[in-house]
T-cell receptor, first 115, second 116 residues
Framework: AQKITQTQPGMFVQEKEAVTLDCTYD???????LFWYKQPSSGEMIFLIY??????QNATEGRYSLNFQKARKSANLVISASQLGDSAMYFC????????????FGKGTKLSVKP | KAGVTQTPRYLIKTRGQQVTLSCSPISGHRSVSWYQQTPGQGLQFLFEYFSETQRNKGNFPGRFSGRQFSNSRSEMNVSTLELGDSALYLC???????????????FGQGTRLTVV
């Protein structure tokens, strides 16, 4: 079974600073890309960013970027200029290309942004 | 455009009862997936439906079932409820064509089920 590791159960960051959330996954299938989702206390999962398995460059989306190291099977999320509204749970989910219908999530990292 | 809508938002049921949860996907999305989220087990995939057919199924007992209608709306049913079924149930919809390409999954706000 697919194993996803998010080693940081909780993280603190000062407002306006950058923070990196770790994610590693265990698959030998080269067709796997990776999703990151944010879950605020309201419960809804919010899509942040996706890295396709064959993308040549690291994905970026506004203040979010991925440090994707395919050989290491890691895709760390970098949030720049943290805002108080970034406080939430963050989940990574590897996904076989086109198979986002059955995502397997990591345990998540709880990010707290301090004013 | 409207997002994924889940009803009801909150539900309290008694052990042994059954429950039906509803999910209306984003217009045009044909894939609907269900997830269970608990503090102990985290987010776990239940099943995925595409064009009224169950495409994938997670590792859950047969008490958990689902279906999808021709308009892509989906329901999941849990029979003979147990205390451990208390969880946040999330539904997600996505574009998913036969070519295998697609986009991200969009989630609803979930239904919080409490079994007493």
């Amino acid at each position: 079974a697919q194993k996803i590791t998010q080693t940081q159960p909780g993280m603190f960051v000062q407002e306006k600073e950058a923070v990196t959330l770790d994610c590693t996954y265990d698959t030998s299938d080269p067709s796997y890309g990776l999703f990151w989702y944010k879950q605020p206390s309201s419960g809804e999962m919010i899509f942040l960013i996706y890295q396709g398995s064959y993308d040549q460059q690291n994905a970026t989306e506004g203040r979010y970027s991925l440090n994707f190291q395919k050989a290491r099977k890691s895709a760390n999320l970098v949030i720049s200029a943290s805002q108080l509204g970034d406080s939430a749970m963050y989940f990574c989910a590897p996904s076989q290309e086109g198979s986002q219908g059955n995502l397997i999530f990591g345990k998540g990292t709880k990010l707290s942004v301090k004013p | 455009k409207a997002g994924v809508t889940q009803t009801p938002r909150y539900l309290i049921k008694t052990r042994g009862q059954q429950v039906t949860l509803s999910c209306s996907p984003i217009s045009g999305h044909r894939s609907v997936s269900w997830y269970q989220q608990t503090p102990g087990q985290g987010l776990q995939f239940l099943f995925e439906y595409f064009s009224e057919t169950q495409r994938n199924k997670g590792n859950f007992p047969g008490r958990f079932s689902g279906r999808q209608f021709s308009n892509s709306r989906s329901e999941m049913n849990v029979s003979t409820l147990e205390l451990g079924d208390s969880a946040l149930y999330l539904c997600a919809s996505s574009l998913r064509g036969f070519e295998g390409l697609g986009t991200e999954a969009f989630f609803g706000q979930g239904t919080r089920l409490t079994v007493v």
